[in-house]
């Protein structure tokens, strides 16, 4: 911790280290959290919730510091920075069409598509929207390296005390935050944005946060029933990426479906993971 603190404190004494604020926070939010996951043998339930939220509240945190401290918007740095690269990259258009001969009906659309994206991307609106989701992004990226790095060091780094210490497959979070799903999208659906503007982001940015633990929980089910089948664990990963592959619509229905599935854990508890089924099964 002493060593961690004052590292994830760079970005606000040296600007120039302003865009890898996650890198300076990475360390403090889950290498102590793993150590304590480790050493007390807790679950990755109680690993990748802890966390995800530390590292959220201290990027936000330290993002908003920036911002309104040093005028240092990350978020509108990486817009400038792709709209740079759009609009240089309108210029080898025409050359691509002529090296892959493009009907000349294609090449106006094609242009005016791209222009339309440059446009949406500029408004001020997204932008807008970007630095209010700022709390769900670093959840969601929290949530991603939590797994990863979880993974690293239960094969790799600590095998002794990772065999005491339950992996995905027997991923159950706390069953309060059942609540927080409830409210979140029920704030966010009920309450008038243009009334309640804050408290509605608030409320979008937890439903969305509590739905990615859910999802995570959802694929600990599905791994669970897997290895019990002898179906190898490999194929999870390789359903998450053909989802990708198939695009938003179908992604974004597969990730409703998780939701769902593992908020429905609660009551069904398919594994038997609960404290009256685990006494049971030890009597």
Same mark, same amino acid.
């Given at each position: ?24 926070? %990475? ?53 400038? &920075? ?12 025409? =050359? ?72 995905? &497959?027997?991923? =159950? ?54 290895? =019990? ?22 992604? %974004? ?25 685990? =006494?049971?099964?030890?009597?």
């Amino acid at each position: 911790m002493a060593l961690f603190l004052p590292l994830a404190a760079t970005p606000l004494i040296a600007p120039g280290y302003a865009g890898l604020i996650s890198i300076f926070l %990475i360390p403090a939010a889950f290498g102590t959290t793993g150590g304590l996951c480790f050493k007390q043998g807790k679950d990755f339930g109680f690993y990748i919730t802890l966390a995800s939220i530390i590292f959220t509240v201290l990027f936000t945190a330290e993002y908003h510091a920036l911002r309104i401290l040093q005028g240092t918007d990350i978020i509108e740095k990486g817009r400038n &920075e792709i709209v740079l690269m759009m609009e240089q990259g309108t210029g080898d258009m025409d =050359r691509v069409f002529e090296e892959y001969k493009t009907p000349a009906e294609n090449r106006e659309k094609l242009k005016a598509d791209f222009s339309r994206s440059i446009a949406i991307i500029k408004d001020s609106k997204w932008l807008q929207f970007a630095r209010d989701m700022v709390p769900f992004s670093a959840f969601m990226f929290g949530t991603i390296i939590c797994g990863l790095s979880f993974l690293i060091m239960k094969k790799w780094v600590m095998k002794d005390a990772a065999s005491q210490v339950k992996g995905l &497959e027997f991923l =159950r979070i706390n069953d309060y935050l059942i609540f927080a799903l409830i409210a979140g999208w029920g704030g966010f659906i009920l309450l008038d944005s243009n009334t309640f503007p804050a408290i509605s982001i608030a409320a979008l940015n937890i439903a969305l946060a509590v739905s990615t633990l859910y999802v995570a929980q959802a694929l600990g089910i599905i791994k669970y029933f897997m290895i =019990r089948r002898g179906i190898p664990a490999i194929i999870l990963p390789l359903l998450i990426l053909t989802l990708i592959i198939l695009g938003a619509p179908v992604f %974004i229905f597969m990730t409703i479906l998780l939701t769902g599935l593992g908020a429905l854990d609660l009551w069904a508890d398919f594994r038997k993971l609960g404290p009256d089924k685990e =006494r049971n099964n030890k009597e």
